[in-house]
């Protein structure tokens, strides 16, 4: 009744790959990143078993390539000095569903701006946008993981 509730508000569910069954390998080419903790907490969410160790043959396997990180100048102040950056993160997955691969190409990007009578919080403001875009592109990575699933029949 609750979750009626809430969906009558306009609030939508953000786990609806929840009904993923059998292991899901995960394997990253930068380990440890935010995205690659983010996407591990998201499997153990969805209910699938996850694998520790890595199986080349896995029906059902997300490799994660190197993690791209940019960060532009988009505007400077009156005396010069960078006043606003967007920093860009792109991830490319490969899914293996069975036999079939699909290789995507997943970007999120945000825009901060640099006060430089603050420069204490710039390291901190930069640090939780990186982590804010890298749990974005876990989400976009296990929406596209989960709609691959569907359409290849594998519930």
């Known amino acids: 009744a609750m979750l009626f509730l809430l969906a009558g508000c306009g609030f939508k569910p953000a786990v609806s790959w929840s009904k993923i069954d059998g292991p899901i390998t995960l394997v990253s080419h930068t380990p440890f990143n935010d995205v690659e903790r983010e996407l591990n ?5 969805s209910l699938a078993s996850f694998d520790d160790m890595p199986q080349p043959d896995g029906i059902r396997r997300i490799e994660l390539a190197q993690l791209e990180s940019t960060i532009d100048v988009i505007s400077v102040d009156s005396n010069g000095r960078p006043a606003e950056y967007r920093i860009k993160l792109e991830q490319g997955a ?3 569903i069975g036999e ?5 190409q997943f970007t999120q990007q945000g825009e901060y701006v640099f006060d430089v009578r603050d420069i204490l919080a710039y390291k901190a403001q930069l640090e939780q946008l990186e982590l804010t875009l890298s749990k ?5 990575i296990m929406f596209a993981f989960a709609s691959r699933l ?3 029949g594998n519930p």
């Not at 079939?100 to 995507?104: G, I, L, M, N, P």
């Not at 974005?136 to 976009?140: D, G, K």
């Open 150 to 152: 569907k359409i290849s």
């Open 41 to 45: 907490s998201l499997i153990q969410q």
């Open 100 to 104: 079939a691969q699909y290789t995507q």
């Open 136 to 140: 974005r592109l876990a989400q976009q």
């Open 94 to 96: 490969t899914f293996t």
